[in-house]
């Protein structure tokens, strides 16, 4: 009887300090989930969803305080993948988050930019070059198209232009197939 | 027949065509009057422009100069005036526009002053800068900048060298011709590659299809002091693929996601090798090829075509006919459409073949798959095309790689057996793409949140920095202040003991008097203007105003007593 219990106590202890020690050797630093949910938003950094950026709003599905349809530039397809990674329904896009809009970057009208830096202080991206009283710039390359400079602009000089599609832009469309009618439908 | 040679798995045997356009010798296309000349036709950068509207371009010229490693020079076709540099259609599937300089040509064909490279004096890397400059490309297809090509890397094992002259596409003839008749040329081209690759086996692969391209190759490189074996390889389609001809001749394959150098060998067109010729032994750039113009027209034939020709002109000069229904560059199974036939002639050119409905009658519709697997029996790279049209069609791309659809060289021999007549090529090509652009959303998405990480830290920084300094200064003001009490002490000859620790309060309160000092200061530099000629009842007013300020004065003083007294 005694031997049993100290059999039990020894093999609890030994557990208990294995799992310990693993706790602390193969810790993880942050938060996986997160980090995966992370990996999937489109890194607007438009703050659409209501979460200053994709990082945070990627923590607060994590954690179950958003849902997984907020995110418009990620679009119904973002939405697809965050419910496989998360294992739940995907549903169709929250309107109240903004509609899904083709691909644009910003532009501004450097005959209109009076250079007050707001737009540069506004940028999620630090995509915009200039300086007080000097003209800005976009750097077209690294603007996400989030739309977060237009609103501080005080002289409506930035406007969002689509992507036109080029030759290195252009991509094989869906094979449209025409199928042949095996059976004729009846009636009219 | 010493060699043994080897047999790639699937492919098929369309039938040839080629006859037709054989026949007849290769003759020059007249000068055009205008010359389009796009500056992306190889693969890479696009060129960049280095001349200007309205300069005056001799033939040869350097238009566009190689930007970056993978990129290659782009020259006049002819002498003329530069009259735009603009977007224009170009021989694209999409119909797109791209960058194009136009050449007005004055009639002249003057050429620029060029001269024989002496290639073995030179230093390699200088060689190939000087081939890139010379606006080679790989004219077998894929338009690969051939000096990147020529470069046998750190490891030097390109030990076989093999000269593709399998043109295994029905109609096509041009690299047939251009053997027939330039043999002794592309072998000078190919003592060029050999010197610059160090390779000790060459090897030319020739369908047994073309038996006066043999001999004529055959008696061309009798005459060499270095040894070519020119081998004899059966004709099926897709034969002349770069890997399909390395298993022929080698019977080794390229692994997947591999090039042909990680095994140590490297294939070249003929035509590369010719151009390659007339680049070293005459100074000439790429500004000429040879191009099929076959299938509905009255003269199929080859011309030797001014890069940029419009390619109308070509099928004019061939002998247009009714009934077009449409025109292909390329061959019948890898091909592509063309949107319009203003579009110029490129170095990717190799033939321009004119539909007719009796010679493409259009394909019966499509029949749902019914995994038949024919397409698996046909496929070259022993895919699984039915798996991967699935894939595709799903939208499934992750599934799609694991299928290997990056293997893929598109050479249409599935779609050519299909009974279900399913354009299956159209859907991998458009897997690849959509891959490719997810890829490239990626890389964007990656850099966008490495800035906004980077910005917060930034901001983070600037805050804490901020508060550094503010921190700095209050102390700085402090200790001044406290410098400046010690001083007005001892100019009072204070009682108190030299070194005696000056309190805050006494630094505090010494401030707060500097302060009040220099506000007497200033008012009594400022007297009040309107004061001069005032009204007694004014006066009184002034005075009530002025008791109740010294009143609050000594309000205001009064804490500050009581704290001078706490210690």
Not at chain 1, 157 to 184: F, N, R, T, Y
Not at chain 2, 372 to 378: E, I, L, P, S, Y
Request: charged share 25%.
């Amino acid at each position: 009887m005694l031997a049993a219990i100290g059999v039990m106590v020894l093999l609890a202890v030994a557990i208990g300090l294995v799992l310990g020690w693993s706790a602390i050797r193969f810790k993880v630093e942050g938060n996986p989930l997160a980090e995966k949910i992370d990996a999937i938003l489109p890194q607007t950094q438009c703050g659409q969803c209501g979460f200053p950026g994709c990082r945070p709003y990627a923590e607060a599905i994590a954690k179950g305080e958003a849902d997984i349809n907020q995110c418009p530039p990620g679009g119904e397809e973002g939405v697809k993948k965050l419910a496989e990674l998360l294992g739940v329904e995907p549903k169709p896009l929250d309107e109240a988050h903004g509609t899904p809009k083709p691909k644009s970057v910003a532009f501004i009208d450097e005959q209109t930019c009076i250079g007050c830096t707001l737009c540069i202080q506004a940028c999620p991206v630090d995509a915009i070059s200039g300086a007080a009283k000097q003209m800005h710039t976009i750097i077209a390359a690294e603007c996400t198209g989030c739309e977060l400079c237009l609103p501080p602009c005080p002289v409506d000089c930035i406007s969002m232009v689509p992507i036109a599609e080029d030759l290195p832009h252009w991509k094989w469309k869906h094979p449209v197939v025409m199928m042949k009618k095996i059976a004729e439908t009846e009636g009219a | 027949m010493s060699r043994e040679l080897f047999k790639f798995k699937g492919g098929v045997h369309p039938p040839e065509h080629k006859a037709e356009s054989t026949s007849r010798p290769i003759h020059a296309a007249p000068l055009p009057k205008k010359l389009v000349i796009p500056l992306r036709q190889h693969i890479g950068n696009p060129a960049k422009p280095v001349v200007e509207i309205g300069e005056r371009v001799l033939k040869g010229q350097m238009i566009a100069a190689a930007d970056g490693y993978i990129s290659t020079a782009v020259h006049a076709s002819s002498s003329g005036t530069v009259t735009a540099i603009d977007l224009q259609p170009v021989p694209h599937i999409s119909g797109l526009p791209d960058l194009c300089i136009t050449i007005e040509t004055d009639g002249r064909d003057e050429w620029v002053a060029h001269a024989p490279l002496d290639y073995q004096a030179m230093e390699p890397s200088q060689l190939r800068m000087q081939l890139r400059d010379l606006g080679l490309a790989g004219l077998g297809g894929a338009v690969f900048p051939s000096a990147v090509k020529l470069d046998p890397g750190a490891s030097h094992a390109c030990t076989t060298l093999i000269i593709n002259g399998g043109e295994c596409e029905p109609w096509i003839t041009c690299d047939d011709m251009l053997m027939r008749h330039h043999a002794d040329e592309i072998l000078q081209g190919v003592g060029i590659m050999r010197h610059l690759l160090g390779s000790t086996e060459i090897l030319v692969g020739i369908e047994d299809n073309k038996p006066e391209a043999l001999d004529s190759m055959r008696s061309a490189a009798a005459k060499l002091d270095f040894a070519v074996e020119v081998v004899k390889v059966p004709a099926r389609y897709p034969g002349g693929g770069a890997k399909q001809m390395i298993e022929t001749l080698t019977g080794r394959q390229v692994p997947s996601g591999k090039l042909s150098t990680d095994i140590g060998i490297q294939v070249f067109n003929v035509g590369t090798s010719y151009a390659l010729a007339r680049a070293i032994h005459h100074g000439e750039p790429l500004i000429t090829r040879l191009v099929t113009v076959t299938g509905h027209v009255l003269r199929p034939q080859n011309f030797e075509v001014l890069i940029g020709t419009p390619m109308h002109t070509l099928i004019t000069l061939a002998g247009d006919r009714d009934g077009t229904t449409g025109v292909l560059m390329g061959g019948p199974m890898m091909g592509v459409p063309m949107p319009n036939l203003d579009v110029p002639v490129v170095k990717a050119t190799n033939c321009i073949l004119v539909k007719s409905a009796e010679l493409f009658p259009p394909l019966p519709k499509a029949l749902p798959c019914i995994r038949c697997t024919r397409c698996a029996d046909a496929c070259p790279v022993e895919l699984q095309p039915q798996e991967l049209f699935r894939f595709a069609k799903a939208g499934d791309f992750g599934r799609a790689q694991e299928y290997h659809l990056f293997d893929c060289i598109e050479c249409g021999c599935c779609s050519y057996v299909c009974p279900s007549h399913i354009p299956l090529v159209d859907f991998y090509r458009y897997a690849k793409s959509e891959i490719w652009a997810r890829e490239k959303d990626k890389r964007a998405a990656d850099l966008a949140r490495e800035r906004h990480e980077f910005r917060q830290f930034r901001q983070e920084r600037e805050k804490k920095e901020k508060a550094e300094k503010l921190a700095a200064k209050a102390q700085a003001a402090r200790a001044q202040a406290a410098l400046d009490q010690a001083q007005r002490a001892e100019l009072a000859a204070a009682p108190a003991a030299e070194g005696a620790a000056v309190s805050d309060t006494d630094a505090k309160k010494a401030l707060i008097a500097a302060a009040l000092a220099r506000a007497q200061a200033k008012k009594s530099d400022a007297a009040p203007k309107n004061v001069d000629q005032l009204t007694s009842e004014q006066l009184h007013q002034i005075e009530e105003i002025e008791a109740r300020r010294t009143k609050i004065r000594e309000l205001a003083r009064k804490p500050l007593e009581s704290e001078e007294k706490k210690p």
